[in-house]
């Protein structure tokens, strides 16, 4: 049995989200004093008494996944459960840091900072109401990328995110994204609808907020990883810290290849996949790319229980 540590991205955002593994594991609790501290505010008070709003915010929202995905990290490796479990590690945008500070290329505080610097960039990057994302159910990754470069027409629409065989997510101009809306279903989308988000992630409209990570990552020390990432642009192994901090830059103007990804982790012989954090949206993902795999979601102290149990 080969397994995949895989991490989530924004969308997966909880009130509460990781308070039980703190209450119940005091290495848990030690990873949210940490980013805390790293960040210089309480953003533990947030992630577990606050509004949903505030926290859904693309500066909070980042940090506070990975912060809830490395207190599940610390709660399995609490009861002896270690990194050396996974055949590969792998994130879902934001997810993908949450990855790289499991297999220890970026220290947790770094990382707690580097994913504010990311989030507070990607918002600033186009003003409010310029930019939009929808998501396309029923179209392979082919023809949503061929419905994005026809409602181009000189703005930018590009495919930012293949999740699954048949949900695919396209970002750029709001215009754009209005045509491709039109579009898609005419090339036989069961459906086509705008996404809630407060910016164009994961297209060329975000090069302000890539040219500012290529900065912050410069600033920062980055080991090779401890074990494979699979990266997001890439949809293969990486195990060069170099190379790595090339593609995180690329990732935010870039498309997050997940489907593609899987199916390559699969192909190495990955039979399951550990969803380690907030949610069960990858696994709903996983199910669809990888029909054999098996999946376990780990985000609080009772899946810790039943993964060491298993």
């Known amino acids: 049995m080969s397994i995949a540590f895989v991490f989530p991205g924004q969308g997966a955002q909880t009130i509460g989200m990781g308070k039980a593994l703190a209450d119940a594991y005091p290495e848990a609790r030690a990873v949210f004093d940490e980013v805390d501290a790293a960040l210089g505010e309480k953003l533990s008070d947030l992630i577990w008494e606050g ?55 970026l220290s947790l505080a770094d990382t707690a900072r580097l994913l504010r610097i990311r989030g507070k960039a990607m918002q600033a990057a186009v003003p409010v109401g310029q930019g939009a994302m929808a998501a396309v159910l029923g179209l392979d ?9 026809d409602a181009a027409q000189g703005d930018v629409c590009q495919l930012a995110n ?25 090339a036989g989308a069961k459906r086509a609808l705008p996404l809630p988000v407060s910016a164009p992630f994961h297209c060329a409209l975000m090069q302000p907020a890539a040219d500012e990570m290529a900065r912050a990552l410069g600033e920062v020390t980055m080991n090779d990883p401890q074990v494979p990432l699979v990266a997001n642009v890439t949809a ?13 830059v690329q990732q935010v103007t870039g498309r997050v290849r997940w489907r593609s ?9 990955v039979t399951e996949f550990w969803e380690i954090g907030a949610g069960k949206a990858l696994s709903g993902m996983i199910r669809r790319i990888a029909k054999d795999s098996a999946m376990r979601a780990i985000g609080t102290p009772d899946d810790v229980a039943a993964t060491k149990d298993a």
Not at 67 to 76: E, F, V
Not at 142 to 149: I, L
Not at 167 to 172: F, R
Not at 236 to 248: C, H, K, P, Y
């Open 51 to 105: 509004e949903i709003e505030t926290l859904t915010l693309t500066e909070n929202a980042q940090p506070a996944l990975m912060a809830t995905s490395m207190a599940a990290m610390a709660a399995l490796k609490a009861e002896g459960i270690g990194l050396d479990r996974a055949a590969f590690v792998a994130g879902h945008s934001l997810g993908e840091y949450s990855a790289l500070c499991a297999a220890g290329t």
């Open 141 to 149: 990754a082919d023809t949503a990328a061929k419905v994005a470069e």
């Open 162 to 186: 293949e999740n699954d065989p048949t949900q695919n997510v396209l970002s750029g101009s709001k215009a754009a994204i209005e045509r491709a809306l039109v579009l898609a279903k005419e």
């Open 236 to 248: 293969e192994a990486v195990t060069d810290a170099g190379q790595i901090r090339d593609l995180l």
């Open 261 to 269: 990804s899987v199916e390559w982790m699969a192909a190495q012989g």
